[in-house]
């Protein structure tokens, strides 16, 4: 009886020793450090993966400043074709009020040409041609076929030694070649130069002067810029170009 007793309490104080070892496993060091790992773990997968709502709110974003990028872009878009639009209207414009002065300022030099004319014939140069030959490069001008009007006036140049609107064709010449889109700058200033050169009385002197220190000035040559503005403004001190030249001549000094 007394072996039995001692067997049990045996076999009872070894289920209890597994029974703390057990417990001692579940809660120990090792059983911390291994749920802190797990934790880490847990949220290490949860921060690198980003969030749905995130991801979205970020893309809305995004789409939604490339959509102001593209509205901005076509409101300059728009600004820059206005912009082209008023300069090309402006060119017109000023073409024909020039058109217009010519015109006048012709048919009052025709009421008193007859001496040139005269002049014509001796030198070759039939009056009617002439003045055909010039109004057709004219009319080519108002039409807006500017390649044909350059054509037109430099044939009536050479044809012409001493036609009755050399002056006029020298001018409308060197103003078509400086307003194409590719400017041929250097014949643009010969006929300006031929005009304030060998018309100085001529009514479009002035403004061919002014164009001419313009374009040089535009070119970096200022010294022959300096040069045409002070000539301009001593040979023609009541015209509006004058003005306009004191103007252009205090800025190339500052």
């Not at 790992?37 to 979205?56: F, G």
């Not at 400017?183 to 009385?201: E, I, R, S, T, W």
């Not at 970096?220 to 030249?245: F, M, T």
Request: glycine share 6%; with cysteine.
């Amino acid at each position: 009886m007394k072996v039995l007793m001692r067997a049990r309490l045996i076999v009872g104080a070894m289920l209890g020793t597994l029974v703390f070892c057990a417990h001692a496993q579940s809660t120990g060091p090792l059983a911390v450090e291994e749920r802190s790992l797990a934790q880490a773990q847990s949220k290490m997968r949860s921060a690198s993966t980003p969030s749905a709502a995130v991801n979205e709110d970020g893309l809305m974003v995004l789409m939604q400043q490339q959509q102001q990028f593209e509205e901005q872009i076509q409101q300059l878009q728009g600004q820059l074709e206005e912009l082209r639009h008023e300069l090309s209207t402006l060119k017109k414009a000023e073409r024909e009020r020039y058109l217009d002065l010519d015109a006048r300022i012709n048919t009052l030099a025709e009421r008193g040409s007859t001496a040139k004319e005269e002049a014509a014939v001796a030198g070759n140069n039939d009056p009617e041609a002439d003045r055909a030959a010039y109004n057709a490069a004219k009319d080519k001008l108002v039409a807006g076929d500017f390649s044909g009007a350059i054509a037109g006036f430099e044939a009536y140049l050479k044809d012409f030694p001493q036609g009755l609107s050399r002056a006029d064709a020298h001018f409308w010449a060197g103003k078509l070649y400086s307003d194409q889109k590719e400017p041929d700058l250097q014949k643009a200033q010969g006929h300006f130069q031929a005009v304030a050169d060998n018309y100085p009385d001529h009514s479009k002197a002035s403004k061919s002067l002014y164009i001419l220190a313009v374009m040089q000035a535009n070119a970096g040559e200022i010294s022959p810029a300096k040069v045409n503005l002070h000539k301009l403004i001593k040979q023609y001190q009541d015209s509006r170009e004058a003005k306009q030249a004191q103007g252009l001549l205090e800025q190339l000094n500052e």
